[in-house]
């Protein structure tokens, strides 16, 4: 069933669904239908599914089952817990993100900003790391919230989470964390980490598309945004039983498999990104080597449209990526790499390769073939020799 001639080198726009996923949601589709919500055994069966999959996702976070709240997805959980933070206390209208954000939480912050709050846009240096010293200084008594990545899912930098979270404490400020992009990558224990909010897909995890988590730490006051009866009132709507069963599973997995997929994955990415800059003339990498997610690489290959090189690529099967996967299609340059310092021509000449689980060393082979081909066929057809972006 899957798309054979695809090698899809994409995966922090979206991730095939596990096999084992599918086989784990699918009765839940078909034959056991019911409400989690109705009193007779057909719908308990669905609440102890719902229940079981709550566990196995607090075992992946290393969090209390009481404080995991399904959603609809990464996005709704970001807008939750922002949107809950400024509840809290009207007085505090003050709200600090980065410059580097997804877009779910730069598109509510900007609404947020029109609405008459504040918002302190924290910039990141050219390896796209945040100034904690800057954070600290932007905190204030009418901080509401503190809404960060852990992962940036363009470039894979990681933020220091757990000294954003002491700063914040240390401050009494709400601290969200959008880990879309960690969970499952990389070990988290939420346990003792001082995060009140923090955000997961499921599609980012081998589970289909359509379902999330919101963790609210148990010390913390939630207001909801969705509101109804099921998840104790904390987010009205049916549950999306198979979806959950579906994450649950996910999560399971995931924590099995992460120290050896996170060795193997960070190899695949490690031989190609090293391949590329061998082979190709002009190739930079895009942000902090070090702290990065062991799955991302973002290379900049000078002389290039990366709109141009997504065709040619897409044409011999290759799916990777230019800036964020909402803009794509577009003419904007990343705003990721324009916060950077990067200018617009070095944005416009990069591409984001995400390697996953079912990534092998034949996608590799194929994409150290097709690459270099591609950037040389790119720069013969602009010959015009632009400043040099990289050295
Ligand atoms: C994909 C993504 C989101 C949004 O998740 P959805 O489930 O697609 O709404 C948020 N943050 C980051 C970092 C992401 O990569």
Known sequence: MSDESIIYLDNNATTQVDPAVV?????????YYGNPSSAYRHGKRALQAVEVARERVAALLGCETGEIIFTSCGSESINTAIQSA?????????????????????????????????????PVDSSGRLDLEKLEKAI????????????????????????????CRAKKVLFHCDAVQAVGKIPL????????????????????????????????????????SQENSRRGGTQNVASIVALGKAAEIAAQHMAEEQTRVRALRDRFENEILARVSGVAVNGDREHRLPNTTNLT?????????????????????????????????????????????????????????????????AALETVPAIVEKLRALSPASGPVLVG
Do not use: Q
């Open 23 to 31: 086989d784990e949601m699918l009765p839940w589709l078909r034959d």
């Open 86 to 122: 400024i509840a809290f206390d009207p007085d505090r209208t003050h709200i600090i993100t980065s410059g580097v954000e997804h877009s779910a939480t730069m598109k509510l912050c900007e609404h947020l900003a029109r609405k008459g709050f504040e918002v302190t846009w924290l």
């Open 140 to 167: 204030r008594p009418d901080t509401a919230i503190v809404s960060l990545l852990w992962a940036n899912n363009e470039t894979g930098v990681l933020f220091p989470v757990e000294r954003v979270a002491e700063i």
């Open 189 to 228: 224990n939420l346990a003792d980490a001082g995060i009140h909010f923090l955000s997961v897909s499921g599609h980012k995890l081998h589970c289909p598309k359509g379902v999330g988590v919101l963790y609210v730490n148990k010390r913390v006051r939630f207001t909801p945004w969705l509101r109804g």
């Open 301 to 365: 290959f000078e002389g290039i449209e990366a709109e141009g090189a997504l065709i040619l690529l897409d044409e011999r099967g290759i799916c990777c990526s230019a800036g964020s996967a909402c803009t794509s299609g577009s003419v904007h340059p990343s705003h990721v790499l324009k916060a950077m310092g990067f200018s617009n021509e070095r944005a416009r000449a990069s591409l984001r390769f995400s390697f996953g689980r079912f990534n092998t060393e034949a996608d590799v082979d």
